[in-house]
């Protein structure tokens, strides 16, 4: 691992100033921990102190945000489909198997975000955390930098989001309700479906789709709006209409805020690792996969746009966004369907051309989890758009 360029360029023959090297990300060299306990087994931590912690967003990224705080890199959420993979190559590690078990720990991060929130320099703008990977992960636990973090924006009244699968946030609240007092504070938790054995193959670090709504509730509850981030969608997976309006439903009785879906996209890194995930449990959809994405990230906008009025008429139905935080409540367990991980999927031979028809005029086809006459017109290029 090429640690030395993590480090200060100082002393670098090999790297003179105005070289055009690309800047070292962090001020030390990283101390390597493990903890043997069952949360942390096989998992290797690197504390280093990070040159800033305030970063600011490249200007082609599809975000509506310009400043973010990452405290982490690399993420034992193991997320299969975590567009974020791709930065750990920066850092001499790969993109699978070391993104989910080698974590980079800024342990400066509270007081450096202290001392830039504190610069003349900055001008107080929408901070974002948990973007790239997620601020409640495992590590949190034990590092506990988001208190110092949040204290930090807080005392400085500024604007700030997260978004996590972290559990966790929970620990927060308080703090939480002490910086929307002085300034605005969003959040979400991400919850992309809620079938369980499906969460516990692709997303297997995560707490289940259960134990997120049950904290968007108890966050509402405590009058912190939160909502829900229903992402990734995944194409002949979970896009059925019997499975998002299982997901909009319990984001409902969550009292969530609002429902904003994400269709899975795949960027490298994430792409290589996602499409291994899939031909070891859904081998017969790889091929569909790769028509339907082509060479690139993005599924085609027709889909992502039924998808997301689909969505929004479901949170319509359900009156997302219209509780109170009172009104909220925990959300009741979900019974465990009598079929397995594999029993909902969409077979590649079901995505059969057809013209293009509004949604609910023809049938899809009779399979478990899928409402016959729901389907989506065809995509570019001819290939038929995944589910509803």
Known sequence: MRWDSMRLDQGRPDRPPGSGAVPALFGREAVAKTFDTPGFRGIAFYEVHARSIINRVPEASRVPFRWTINPYRGCSHACCYCFARNTHTYLDMDAGHDFDSQIVVKVNAPALARKELASPRWQGEHVAMGTNVDCYQRAEGRYRLMPGIIGALRDAANPFSILTKGTLILRDAELLAEAAEVTDVGLNVSVGFVDKDLSRSVEPGTPSPQRRLEACAALNRRGLRCGVL????????????????????????????????????????????????????????????????????????????????HVRDLALRHGVGRATARQARSVPPRATPARGVRSHRARPDDARPGGARPVGTQPYGARPGRASGERLPGAPGGVQLPLL
């Open 230 to 309: 229903m992402g990734p969608v995944l194409p002949f997976l979970t896009d059925s209409p019997a499975e998002l309006e299982a997901t909009v439903r319990l984001a409902a009785e969550a009292g969530a805020a609002h429902v904003t879906p994400i269709v899975l996209h795949l960027r490298p890194g994430a792409r290589e690792w996602f499409l291994g995930w899939l031909g070891e449990h859904f081998p017969e959809l790889t091929d569909a996969y790769r028509r339907f994405y082509g060479a690139g990230a993005y599924a085609p906008k027709a889909y992502q746009q039924q998808i997301a009025e």
